[in-house]
């Protein structure tokens, strides 16, 4: 009788698994990266866009000093309950979407002022978030939270309110000055009245006596036209799904994309009917994607980095401090700077919000609880750097950090003999190296 | 709780709620000052938290008896302008076990 002992995966196959699932999610959990790079790529890529099972992780539930977090009634929370379906989240591509459709479709608290209208509004993308765009969109446009940003609820027919309009032309549909005029975006606006919300009892709702039913000419077109007339003429302009599918692109890759892709992508766009799955498939299969993997050229959004460190780390949500440390990175989910979203890539990095990373690495590293007097004095360099490395869910070192690191390990404890020198400066070898491989160059980048 | 405040709005995550102690947050997402008082329905100020600055983050703990309650902001002309907020404290419901 023989035994068949799988082999280790390589570490191209690693690193390209590792590549994917930082693109297309927040990290892979530890077990998942040599899963899949055994399995091989098409595996990793077909689970991302056709997830199965339950929603989240059979992990603990988010919690601040030991009590669950109340998204809706304490300041913060709201941040930590989403942070946590990030890190719990086994729908990674749908998670991953989701945060993506939230940049896209940019809709802060800060003027919403209403976290349960803010959690309804994940949940409408979420569900949405790899499928239909059009059903998206529409969805979007009935959207409460959107409807009190973009200030659509109260637009009236004797006094139209643009703001909707002139986003959903510039930013959701067709990209600034792209195929439409101001005429367009003032006669949509006269299409999009008719929402209604009372403050007081906070009911939202539609009010045809609001609407404007008069003949308007958008997009080239002329006809009485509705709230959801506007989304298809939008949708159905020629210059939107190029203007979506270049979007889509720059959220998995800072590199251009080459025209032939793009009018791959635009034709799967549009003979699926507006689908966002068929264009997602062409991106994380395409070579670019995983180009030149010992030079990563995408730095993580905080959100992802942070998500990813816990994941990585095997850690849940138990502190309100990731809030802050979040706005501190320049990255609060629900709260987007302005309705264009968030800048991106290099933007990301400011003296102040890499700080801020090495901060939130620090506090991962405390919750793994590497106590002084933990560790043997005969823990050898390459055995402290192993367990680093197998605490952080060994993560992408380039060899040049590898080199750093394993000089580190050597050096740090060489000189340090006494008992009491044992006690703390060998646990804290272990601590600095998880933290270097927490916080370091490699691990801002995917 | 926590209460969201705006030129010239006051808007609370919850309506209602059972008697006991409570902590209440202010968020001051607007431009001005503001501050965030309780009153009882006989008139009576019960809490005062205190100004929080634009952006800031103010916070109070009060025990709250059965009733209706106004939060209200209490800097210069504000409440007029409409930022209060009205919440109803029950009391709780007590969980009854078969015999």
Redesign the interface.
């Known amino acids: 009788m023989s035994t068949t002992i799988a082999r280790p995966p390589t570490r191209i196959a690693r690193a390209r698994v590792e590549r994917l699932m930082w693109r297309a999610g927040f990290g892979a959990v530890p077990g998942d990266v040599d899963r899949l790079a055994r399995a091989g790529m098409d595996v990793a890529v077909h689970e991302l866009l056709f997830p199965r099972g339950p929603q989240l992780r059979k992990a603990p539930e988010p919690t601040v000093d030991g009590q669950p977090i109340d998204p ?4 913060g929370h709201d941040v930590l309950w989403w942070l946590d379906r990030m890190v719990r989240g086994r729908h990674q591509l749908v998670e991953r979407m989701t945060l993506n459709w939230h940049d896209h479709f940019a809709t802060s608290n ?2 919403v ?4 209208l803010m959690q309804q509004q994940y949940f409408t993308i979420r569900s949405r978030s790899v499928g239909s765009f059009r059903k998206l969109a529409q969805a979007i446009l009935r959207d409460h939270a959107m409807q009190r940003f973009l200030d659509l609820d109260n637009s009236d027919k004797d006094d139209p309110n643009e703001n909707f309009a002139r986003e959903f032309l510039e930013l959701f549909t067709l990209g600034v000055n792209n195929g439409y005029t101001e005429q367009d975006i003032r006669e949509a606006a006269r299409a999009l009245t008719g929402f209604t919300f009372n ?1 007081d009892a906070k009911a939202f709702g539609y009010d045809s006596e609001r609407h404007d039913d008069g003949v308007k000419k958008i997009l080239g077109k002329t006809g009485r036209f509705t709230p959801n007339d506007v989304v298809n003429l939008a949708i159905n302009h020629p210059k939107h799904a190029p203007y979506l599918c270049k979007k889509l692109w720059g959220y998995f890759t800072p590199r251009p994309c080459p025209p032939g892709t793009l009018k791959k992508m635009v034709a799967a766009y549009k003979t699926s009917g507006t689908q966002i799955r068929p264009v997602l498939q062409i991106i994380l299969t395409h070579p670019a994607l995983l180009a030149d993997l010992g030079e990563p050229d995408q730095v993580k959004p905080p959100v992802v980095y942070v998500a990813g460190m816990l994941r990585k780390t095997n850690q849940v949500v138990t502190t309100d401090s990731w809030t802050w440390m979040l706005d501190n990175m320049g990255q609060r989910p629900f709260y987007p700077p302005n309705v264009s979203g968030w800048e991106q890539d290099e933007a990301w990095l400011t003296t102040a919000s890499v700080r801020a990373r090495y901060e939130a690495a620090s506090q991962a590293v405390r919750a793994m609880e590497i106590k002084d007097g933990t560790i043997a004095k005969k823990q050898t360099p390459a055995q402290a750097l192993s367990a680093a490395l197998r605490m952080t869910g060994k993560p992408w070192t380039s060899a040049q950090s590898r080199a750093a690191l394993s000089r580190y390990a050597r050096t740090s404890v060489a000189d340090k003999t006494a008992d009491w020198q044992e006690e703390h400066y060998w646990p804290e070898r272990l601590r600095v190296l998880c933290h270097m491989l927490l916080a370091g160059p490699d691990a801002q980048v995917s | 709780m926590l209460v969201n405040a705006d030129e010239f709005l006051l808007n609370g995550s919850r309506r209602a709620g059972p008697s006991g102690r409570w902590r209440i947050q202010l968020r001051n997402n607007g431009e001005d000052l503001h501050d965030l008082g309780i009153r009882r329905a006989d008139g009576r100020v019960i809490a005062r938290m205190g100004i929080v600055d634009a952006n800031g983050l103010g916070s109070v703990k009060v025990r709250l008896r059965p009733g209706t309650y106004r939060l209200f902001c209490g800097v210069a002309d504000h409440e007029a302008l409409g930022m209060w907020w009205q919440l109803i404290v029950r009391v709780p419901k007590v969980r009854t076990t078969a015999p």
């Open positions: 809706v009634n304490v300041y800060e003027k002022s209403d976290a349960r403050y």
